[in-house]
């Protein structure tokens, strides 16, 4: 007993909630420690299908936009094929790729989903994908007009993975009002690293907005300057740069840094975020963003500025024809000849072309393409159609598609890139933490 | 205190002793009462082993296999204790993440419950409007660990925002508080410790049960403000201490949803964010390794287990309970 405990308490207030309290801790305690730290809630739901009709459920990412034009496209198949209405789901990128990880886990994978190249060798890889080529092969999947460095481009391992859904390439997006308004030149494809970088801490000094983002740490800006240099990202199952690539790459935006031509490391790391709303270019603090051309018209919603787009610096013959995102069918999908259609139709058919329009890129269909350019209005739309269909006849040859493994060896060169940029690394220290970090996110 | 100081031979020194009459009638329950109590209890049960329970053992089981997700669960390969080896040996970034975890509960975890015990402290007087008060310091914790929160706090310690607007009133040149890889992790502590409101709920709960009688005796014996503070509150409020101390440091070690929006989940700038959890859920959901990934949850369950267990260890020296049996 505790000396201080009152012995003379008349009434039985303090003797019963010491106890109470004691238990009520003890009991609350024990809740907490025994919270579930561990465990997965599994997910349930069940498809019924009966008298003839099908219901297709199908995922993609994207925003309001993509979300109106792609559900019209949908309805239109149903309008056509009465027997198949769809289940549509759709969420920002953030989230999407853990949401369809989830869901295949959960055994309830959707029947289509929209899939990009960051993951499509990962879910190719482990067979989670329906190989499409009997599709193809039968002719109810036709690929005929399509640019056959782009449909190659969703074949993994000799499977017909994906089909590209549009067709896009790296674009370099500047501020054409902050140009004409200083009297500074617009940059113009073509232009060599050291020229941009030049002219960039030009605009620096001129307008005070920092002339360009900083892409060391972007993986698509070090693919294009690796493969300018005889160089790839992946050689095989290999990566296809060492570390001196690296260094130099890292080097040359040491360079850029010092010399003013870019944002302080807290604006570059901003500007590093794959949103769209929170690319430089659009939140006014810097004067170039690194992005795909045809995110242009989503680009230009978030701006009251022009804006004008070109291809990454060096010669551009080191971009191709990529596909922006695929059509995949899940492999135990109930319905995959049903699912196969639809993807052919969402990819082949002239009023769904013209319905879905560019917001997933060119079309794929290379008839359907020149028919929707003519008919495009938008000027956002125009601009990004009129540099793809300038570059695509100077795009080289494709690269294999990013192995199992990228999605990790992409984040790899954000931590090392920034790593650089914030001046905790010099260029050959973060050159060597990305190489040996990539090639153990490869290797299992 | 008859009740619990009444010697029992079979559990000794633990509170949650049943008199012995409650314990005598058990053996007189029949069937048909059994089957009604365990009636009774299926909600709970139910919710116990098939979402706590059961997914808890299956990735127990996953933890010793390669299971990436996306490959149905016939195909899993069983690799033993290869993903508790490479977490110990070639996981950099596994060690990095538990430093973070660890410095972000050692500094946040001990300021809040101080923050929590100063205010509790203060509002435990009785003045005008004190009501109000508990209310409005009570209110960053109903919030909890929203995504909205994280948001506004993110906008609140970047470069423009409202923080370094208040510092410049002063002169003072802010940084970029959340995107520096030096600060973010501390912009993170301060949001946890500005949501003491539970614990100070809890903290003026056990302060009101000290007896008014200790401190007019302590008063009436020449003891100062500061000495009834150390010699009759602090004694007096140990077992909530002790409570709020376990209960926030189990929080602190999974604080997730702050770091994960502050990062956009990546753990950045630098992985100066990367909290234990949002490197497991990284692991699980976007390097789809989540074999791996459920053995670090394991390993962290294992971590936090043991650190009740000294809490609860330690506890018997400073821990007083007044029901009269000194642990």
């Given at each position: 007993?505790?000396?201080?405990?009152p012995?003379?308490?008349p009434?039985?207030?303090?003797?019963?909630?010491p106890?109470?309290?004691?238990r009520?801790?003890?009991?609350?305690?024990?809740?907490?420690?025994?919270?579930?730290?561990?465990?997965?809630?599994?997910?349930?739901?069940?498809?019924a299908?009966s008298?003839?009709?099908?219901?297709?459920?199908?995922?993609?990412?994207?925003?309001?936009?993509?979300?109106?034009?792609?559900?019209?496209?949908?309805?239109l198949?149903?309008k056509?094929?009465?027997?198949?209405?769809?289940?549509?789901?759709?969420?920002?990128n953030?989230?999407?790729?853990?949401?369809?990880?989830?869901?295949?886990?959960?055994?309830?994978?959707?029947?289509i989903f929209?899939?990009?190249?960051?993951?499509?060798?990962?879910?190719?890889a482990?067979?989670?994908?329906?190989?499409l080529?009997k599709?193809?092969?039968?002719?109810?999947?036709?690929?005929?007009?399509?640019?056959?460095?782009?449909?190659?481009?969703?074949?993994?391992?000799?499977?017909?993975?994906?089909?590209?859904?549009g067709?896009?390439?790296?674009?370099?997006?500047y501020?054409?009002?902050l140009?004409?308004?200083n009297?500074?030149?617009e940059?113009?494809?073509?232009?060599?690293?050291e020229?941009?970088v030049?002219?960039a801490e030009?605009?620096?000094?001129?307008?005070g907005v920092?002339?360009t983002?900083?892409?060391?740490?972007?993986?698509?800006?070090?693919?294009?300057?690796?493969?300018?240099?005889?160089?790839?990202?992946?050689?095989?199952?290999?990566?296809?740069?060492?570390?001196?690539?690296?260094?130099?790459?890292?080097?040359?935006?040491?360079?850029?840094?010092?010399?003013?031509?870019?944002?302080?490391?807290?604006?570059?790391?901003?500007?590093n975020?794959?949103?769209?709303?929170?690319?430089?270019v659009?939140?006014g603090?810097?004067?170039?963003?690194?992005?795909?051309?045809?995110?242009?018209?989503?680009l230009?919603?978030?701006?009251a500025?022009?804006?004008?787009?070109?291809?990454y610096p060096?010669?551009?013959s080191?971009?191709?024809?990529?596909?922006?995102?695929?059509?995949?069918?899940?492999?135990?999908s109930?319905?995959?000849?049903?699912?196969?259609?639809?993807?052919?139709?969402?990819?082949n058919?002239?009023?769904?072309?013209k319905?879905?329009?560019?917001?997933?890129?060119?079309?794929?269909?290379l008839?359907?393409?020149?028919?929707?350019?003519?008919?495009?209005t938008?000027?956002?739309?125009?601009?990004?159609?009129?540099?793809?269909?300038?570059?695509?006849?100077?795009?080289?040859?494709?690269?294999?598609?990013?192995?199992?493994?990228?999605?990790?060896?992409k984040?790899?060169l954000?931590k090392?890139?920034?790593?650089?940029?914030?001046g905790?690394?010099?260029?050959?220290?973060?050159?060597?933490?990305?190489?040996?970090?990539?090639?153990?996110?490869?290797?299992? | 205190?008859a009740?619990?100081?009444?010697p029992?031979?079979?559990?000794r020194?633990?509170?949650?002793?049943?008199p012995?009459?409650?314990?005598?009638?058990?053996?007189?329950i029949?069937?048909?009462?059994?089957?009604?109590?365990y009636v009774?209890?299926?909600?709970w049960?139910?919710?116990?082993?098939?979402?706590?329970?059961?997914?808890?053992?299956?990735?127990?089981?996953?933890?010793?296999t390669?299971?990436?997700?996306?490959t149905?669960?016939?195909e899993?390969?069983?690799v033993?204790?290869?993903?508790?080896?490479?977490?110990f040996?070639s996981d950099?970034?596994?060690?990095?993440?538990?430093?973070?975890t660890?410095?972000?509960?050692l500094?946040?975890?001990?300021?809040k419950?101080?923050?929590?015990?100063?205010?509790?402290?203060?509002?435990?007087?009785?003045?005008?409007?004190?009501?109000?008060?508990?209310?409005?310091?009570?209110?960053?914790?109903?919030?909890?660990?929203?995504v909205?929160?994280?948001?506004?706090?993110?906008?609140m310690?970047?470069?423009?925002?409202?923080?370094?607007?208040?510092?410049a009133?002063?002169?003072?040149?802010?940084?970029?508080?959340?995107?520096?890889?030096?600060w973010a992790l501390?912009?993170?502590?301060?949001?946890a410790?500005?949501?003491?409101?539970?614990?100070?709920?809890?903290?003026?709960?056990g302060?009101?049960?000290?007896?008014?009688?200790?401190?007019?005796?302590?008063?009436?014996?020449?003891?100062?403000?500061?000495?009834?503070?150390?010699n009759?509150?602090?004694?007096?409020l140990?077992?909530?201490?002790?409570?709020?101390?376990?209960?926030e440091?189990?929080?602190?070690?999974?604080?997730?949803?702050?770091?994960?929006?502050?990062?956009?989940?990546t753990?950045?700038?630098?992985?100066?964010?990367?909290?234990?959890?949002?490197?497991?859920?990284?692991?699980?959901?976007t390097?789809?390794?989540?074999?791996?990934?459920?053995?670090?949850?394991?390993?962290?369950?294992i971590?936090?287990?043991?650190?009740?267990?000294?809490?609860?260890s330690?506890?018997?020296f400073?821990?007083?309970?007044?029901?009269?049996?000194d642990?």
């Open positions: 007993m505790h000396p201080a405990t012995t003379s308490v009434d039985g207030r303090t003797y019963r909630t106890l109470l309290r004691r009520f801790l003890r009991g609350l305690l024990a809740a907490a420690v025994a919270l579930p730290l561990v465990g997965a809630a599994a997910a349930c739901g069940d498809d299908a008298d003839g009709k099908v219901k297709l459920s199908i995922f993609w990412w994207g925003g309001e936009a993509r979300a109106q034009l792609t559900e019209q496209a949908l309805d198949y149903t056509k094929n009465p027997d198949v209405t769809f289940e549509k789901t759709w969420q920002a953030q989230g999407y790729f853990d949401k369809l990880a989830t869901l295949t886990a959960g055994g309830n994978p959707p029947d929209q899939i990009d190249d960051n993951f499509l060798a990962e879910y190719a482990r067979n989670t994908t329906l190989d080529n599709y193809q092969d039968s002719g109810d999947l036709d690929t005929s007009k399509f640019p056959p460095s782009l449909l190659q481009y969703g074949v993994v391992d000799g499977k017909l993975a994906g089909v590209a859904a067709e896009n390439t790296q674009g370099l997006v501020n054409k009002t140009l004409t308004k009297g500074l030149p940059p113009t494809t073509g232009m060599s690293w020229e941009h030049a002219w030009q605009v620096s000094k001129k307008t920092p002339g983002q900083d892409p060391s740490a972007d993986y698509k800006a070090f693919w294009v300057w690796l493969r300018q240099q005889g160089k790839d990202l992946y050689a095989g199952s290999d990566l296809g740069f060492t570390a001196e690539d690296v260094t130099r790459w890292f080097e040359l935006w040491k360079g850029a840094r010092d010399r003013g031509a870019t944002p302080p490391p807290d604006v570059i790391h901003e500007g975020a794959t949103d769209i709303t929170k690319q430089l659009v939140t603090k810097a004067a170039t963003s690194w992005v795909w051309v045809n995110q242009m018209p989503e230009k919603k978030n701006t500025d022009e804006l004008g787009v070109i291809a060096g010669d551009p080191a971009q191709w024809a990529r596909a922006s995102m695929y059509w995949s069918v899940f492999r135990g109930k319905h995959a000849d049903i699912a196969a259609d639809v993807i052919n139709f969402l990819v058919d002239p009023e769904a072309v319905l879905l329009g560019t917001d997933r890129g060119l079309s794929s269909n008839d359907l393409r020149r028919v929707v350019s003519d008919d495009a938008d000027p956002a739309m125009k601009q990004s159609i009129a540099v793809e269909s300038e570059l695509a006849e100077k795009f080289g040859e494709s690269p294999q598609v990013p192995i199992k493994g990228h999605s990790k060896v984040a790899e954000v090392a890139g920034e790593n650089a940029q914030y905790r690394a010099t260029p050959a220290e973060a050159a060597a933490q990305f190489v040996e970090a990539s090639k153990a996110a490869i290797a299992s | 205190m009740l619990t100081t009444a029992d031979p079979t559990r020194g633990t509170g949650s002793v049943r012995p009459a409650t314990r005598r009638g058990t053996g007189r029949r069937h048909g009462e059994g089957l009604a109590g009774f209890l299926s909600p049960l139910i919710g116990l082993m098939g979402i706590t329970a059961i997914p808890m053992l299956l990735s127990l089981y996953l933890s010793f390669n299971y990436d997700i996306l149905p669960w016939s899993v390969e069983w033993g204790l290869a993903n508790y080896e490479r977490m040996t950099p970034s596994w060690w990095h993440s538990v430093r973070v660890l410095s972000f509960a500094i946040a975890v001990p300021l419950l101080a923050a929590a015990l100063g205010v509790a402290l203060l509002l435990n007087r009785a003045w005008r409007g004190v009501g109000l008060f508990r209310g409005l310091f009570y209110l960053p914790s109903l919030l909890g660990g929203s909205a929160l994280a948001i506004v706090w993110v906008s310690f970047n470069r423009e925002g409202a923080f370094n607007s208040f510092l009133l002063f002169g003072i040149e802010g940084k970029p508080w959340v995107n520096d890889p030096d501390e912009t993170l502590m301060v949001l410790i500005w949501q003491f409101g539970a614990p100070m709920v809890i903290f003026l709960a302060l009101k049960q000290v007896p008014t009688e200790l401190y007019e005796a302590a008063a009436v014996d020449g003891a100062s403000t500061f000495r009834q503070f150390v009759v509150t602090l004694p007096m140990s077992p909530v201490i002790f409570f709020n101390l376990v209960l440091t189990i929080n602190g070690f999974q604080g997730f949803t702050a770091a994960f929006v502050l990062s956009n989940g753990g950045g700038p630098v992985d100066s964010t990367l909290m234990y959890t949002l490197n497991l859920y990284i692991t699980g959901f390097d789809l390794e989540m074999g791996y990934a459920s053995a670090m949850a394991w390993v962290f369950l971590a936090i287990a043991i650190i009740t267990v000294i809490f609860f330690t506890g018997r400073w821990v007083h309970y007044s029901d009269g049996e642990r």
